[in-house]
């Protein structure tokens, strides 16, 4: 039989307090109640098998503070919102919370009803007895504080001397029971979720962490990481950016950033302010997937990418279809007009990388280097190009 959540309350309003005092021992479940945010934030048995309740409007800090703290411990417990603010509000700092990576579940708008309480209070136990699992969403979110997911890395080549240009970072989760699981499998999920924010945050910390764990062995690369398009639309996105290359001792020169095509053009005035400040940092900028979004040459030509990477769409069509040849050769031409360098991706075939370098293409990623690696075998595919002068087999998936 599972076992009844452990249910934290943080609320000062004495009546509101009282209320849900006697509603939990109506249910037989153990409660323990906070008046102040710091007494309630020392709090260590917090886990999994918990239920918080959280009064936003607190004497002595914001119920956001309090969100941000949770998630800075990566708290695992499901959080309900309690308030009386207007219901737009609310929902606005649910996503917040999300964002942050936390699991927040529901709204208590005060004054709430006894049953609208006491559906919050039997819903984990129901969820659970019912049918003994969990949703998609819970299990990604158990993957992100449990620490099941990762990062493999894959070659980017420089086509003329066929020296390692860098990586890009992708991202995988290592799930207990189906395995190794694709981007495509996981990822619609976290948006869905508001888990985005985080779980971008988690990429970028944990490349860069390789990056000067590689450095420090000797292997020094720039490694490229994908945004998403709401972190462009934040505008202390730079800062977090500057804060993660100082906590691991590194600058931007190692990092490159990827942006869509169509993430880009979304906010053009707040996208501009974003990146500006990043390339100022030192930092490359990377416009991805080009060609299969609608941007204006007077848009793109605003935005400071100093590279440009031709979607695989047009790639796997190069030795096939004339006309892939023709845009392919017009978008490395347009890069290069721009000051950028140009990126092919999913190059797979031996001739479509000797047309690439006929048309002008300075760089080239995809199988028929190698497919994306876990840390080690990437690390020793790089030292045997580097120190062979030849192209490495990839391991064998």
């Not at 996503?95 to 209070?121: H, N, T």
């Not at 962490?209 to 398009?229: S, Y």
Request: contains cysteine; charged residues 25%.
């Amino acid at each position: 039989m599972p076992t009844d959540p452990v249910v934290f309350v943080l609320e000062d309003d004495p009546g509101i307090a009282t209320l849900v005092r006697r509603v939990c021992a109506n249910a037989g479940l153990p409660a323990r109640f906070f008046s102040a945010a710091a007494d309630f934030l020392k709090e260590e048995d917090i886990d999994a098998g918990s239920l918080i309740l959280l009064d936003l409007g607190l004497n002595d800090t914001t119920g956001v503070d309090v969100l941000r703290s949770l998630a800075a411990r990566r708290c695992p417990a499901p959080v309900y919102l309690m308030s009386g603010r207007d219901d737009r509000l609310l929902k606005s700092v649910q996503k917040l919370g999300q964002s942050y990576g936390l699991d927040v579940r529901g709204i208590l708008q005060k004054p709430f009803r006894l049953r609208d309480l006491q559906e919050v209070l039997d819903a984990p136990r129901g969820r659970v007895a019912r049918s003994g699992r969990v949703t998609p969403v819970e299990d990604l979110h158990r993957a992100v504080i449990g620490r099941e997911l990762c990062l493999h890395y894959q070659p980017k080549v420089e086509i003329g001397t066929r020296s390692l240009a860098g990586c890009e970072a992708l991202i995988r989760w290592q799930h207990p029971v189906r395995g190794l699981l694709m981007p495509g499998d996981f990822l619609p999920i976290a948006e869905e979720a508001g888990l985005m924010g985080m779980i971008t945050e988690w990429v970028m910390d944990e490349a860069l962490r390789q990056v000067a764990e590689w450095r420090q062995a000797g292997l020094h690369l720039k490694i490229a990481v994908n945004v998403p398009a709401d972190m462009l639309n934040e505008l202390p996105f730079p800062t977090l950016i500057e804060s993660l290359l100082a906590s691991h001792s590194t600058d931007g020169s190692c990092l490159i950033l990827e942006v869509t095509e169509a993430a880009a053009m979304k906010s053009l005035l707040t996208t501009v302010d974003v990146l500006v400040r990043l390339r100022l940092m030192g930092v490359s900028l990377s416009i991805d997937d080009f060609g299969t979004g609608h941007s204006s040459m007077v848009k793109l030509r605003q935005l400071p990418f100093d590279e440009m990477k031709i979607d695989r769409s047009f790639v796997k069509d190069l030795s096939t279809e004339p006309d892939a040849e023709v845009l392919i050769g017009a978008m490395i031409a347009l890069a290069r007009s721009f000051g950028m360098k140009s990126v092919a991706e999913g190059v797979e075939r031996a001739e479509d990388l000797e047309r690439l370098a006929q048309l002008g293409c300075e760089i080239a990623q995809g199988y028929y280097f190698s497919r994306p690696l876990p840390p080690p075998d990437f690390a020793a595919w790089a030292n045997a190009l580097q120190g062979e002068g030849g192209m490495p087999t990839s391991p064998q998936a």
